[in-house]
């Protein structure tokens, strides 16, 4: 959203006015990655393979840095039958029969891959882009088919069958025409594709002018994903970067079983109500203090109380909270969603830019750019909204370029991961190098509820840093009258 009077009040009531467009962050990026791609960052045979699954050791799995993660496998793009070397979002799909894949993104189209229940990688295939090249390409599954859209011109939405992955024995490149479900064609590029499971929803976010839904949700109702239906369009707040849409059920009881979707409004967080598809309405507009570029965001809870939101140029333009560069999440109570409150942040140890985030059981799965994969345990905001009591129980740092300066806010190392497998296995996709799969060794759910029956704990779970103090640094002031709780009570 920009520019409306709504906004103009919520920014003024947060004392920032220095959110970007789109069109800056783009150009910001695009000059970035063309400036990697001179340092030859994207060249064929520029990473080795991985020889063996590495174990996170000392702090350190092979070349990368790491804490309670192993590196179970590893792919480069160029053995995932891309030209142009070079990922960005990547999800995941598991088989009626419980097989698990990938679907990851890169400019030139998207690789599958088959993660065995070892852990190793098999590279099943590929469906080129619709139309050209684009360093923007997002998917989401619904059912048995994934849904892609890019920022290249006239891409559209392609629908894919993924069963047709079941009984591959030779990689093989798709037909954009005779293997797709369908293909959409009610918008043309696309920056984001949020998917809602429960309603068989796809909301294409940063549509093109030409989709006439000024960068909003466009609705596409895909209950037959032969026959996708554009269903509706929330333009009222603008261009919508990312979103998550769920089926109400959390404390607000006016908006229980209506379908709501959080929308990361470059300045704003934008709460809709998309129940009714011909007439969405805007629920509450929200800014806050350090808004630059309002980025995406998860529930942090099943119980629907609280919201991780993530910036995307805090940390570069030094704004709020990120002033000092360090990867900060905002944390959003929504127990009242016409007046959603910012609670506090969270700073992440490294210095990074956030990307996407999602929520598993507490955890809090953050692909930072390039510090690489961070896991938060975020059980805390329960007890404790101001976040004092978030800390990272584990990561992978996948770009160890910039390790050496404890990271830097730059367009570098992981687009995005997929942290849903039953499995236990994390999809973590790098801009540079391919795809990992990398397995979380640290302190569960299951974990901690064995901390209620100490007899039952390993000796590893006692001994290691959890619990422990915070690993995270956390450098903003206290607020007076606040009392840091305890981390973790174990009895
Ligand atoms: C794939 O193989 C399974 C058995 O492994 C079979 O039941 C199924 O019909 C096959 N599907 C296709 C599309 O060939
Ligand atoms: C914004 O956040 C910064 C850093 O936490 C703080 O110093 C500043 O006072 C905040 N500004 C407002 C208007 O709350
Ligand atoms: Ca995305
Ligand atoms: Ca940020
Ligand atoms: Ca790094």
Request: hydrophobic letters at 35%; a negative charge.
């Amino acid at each position: 959203m920009k520019f409306t009077p709504a906004v103009f009040a919520a920014v003024a009531l947060s004392g920032q006015a220095t959110a970007e467009t789109m069109a800056v962050l783009k150009q910001r990026k695009l000059e970035a990655w063309s400036r990697q791609a001179e340092a030859g960052v994207f060249d064929l045979n520029r990473y080795a393979a991985l020889a063996a699954t590495t174990p996170c050791v000392n702090g350190q799995a092979g070349e990368y840095k790491c804490s309670g993660v192993d590196l179970i496998s590893f792919l480069r793009h160029q053995d995932l039958g891309s030209s142009t070397r070079r990922g960005n979002d990547v999800w995941g799909w598991t088989s009626p029969a419980g097989r698990e894949f990938g679907a990851v993104g890169q400019t030139d189209g998207t690789a599958f891959v088959e993660i065995l229940k070892d852990g190793s990688l098999v590279y099943l295939g590929r469906l080129p882009t619709q139309t050209s090249s684009s360093s923007w390409r997002d998917m989401k599954v619904i059912g048995d088919h994934v849904y892609i859209g890019s920022e290249a011109s006239n891409h559209g939405l392609q629908i894919f069958d993924l069963k047709k992955l079941l009984n591959i024995t030779t990689p093989r490149t798709f037909s954009t025409s005779t293997d797709l479900t369908a293909h959409f064609k009610g918008f043309g590029n696309s920056h984001n594709i949020v998917a809602h499971t429960e309603t068989n929803m796809i909301y294409a976010v940063g549509t093109g002018s030409g989709a006439g839904c000024r960068g909003g949700l466009f609705m596409v109702d895909v209950s037959n994903p032969a026959s996708p239906k554009s269903s509706g369009c929330l333009s009222a707040g603008g261009y919508v970067h990312d979103a998550q849409c769920v089926t109400y059920r959390g404390p607000d009881s006016r908006y229980t079983g209506k379908e709501i979707c959080f929308n990361f409004n470059e300045d704003t967080l934008d709460i809709t109500d998309v129940t009714s598809k011909g007439s969405p309405t805007t629920i509450s507009t929200t800014g806050y203090n350090g808004s630059s570029y309002t980025h995406q965001g998860w529930l942090a809870d099943d119980e629907m109380r609280f919201l991780l939101l993530d910036d995307e140029l805090d940390e570069q333009n030094k704004q709020g909270p990120a002033a000092n560069q360090h990867t900060t999440t905002y944390i959003v109570d929504i127990a009242d969603l016409k007046k959603p409150i910012f609670a506090g942040t969270y700073q992440s140890p490294a210095i990074s830019i956030d990307h996407n985030q999602y929520v598993k059981d507490g955890l809090s799965y953050q692909a930072n750019y390039g510090s690489g994969l961070r896991i938060v345990d975020v059980r805390s905001l329960k007890t404790n909204p101001t976040g004092r009591g978030l800390r990272e129980v584990g990561y992978f740092d996948c770009y160890p370029e910039d390790d050496v300066t404890n990271g830097a806010a730059e367009f570098t190392g992981t687009w995005s991961n997929y942290p849903f497998f039953k499995s236990g296995y994390i999809l973590l996709n790098s801009i540079e190098r391919g795809i990992f799969v990398l397995k979380y060794t640290g302190p569960t759910l299951q974990g901690v509820a064995k901390c209620l029956k100490p007899q039952f704990l390993f000796a590893r779970e006692l001994t290691d840093e959890y619990p422990g103090p915070p690993k995270a640094h956390n450098p903003i002031p206290q607020e007076q009258g606040r009392q840091r709780l305890p981390p973790l009570q174990m009895q």
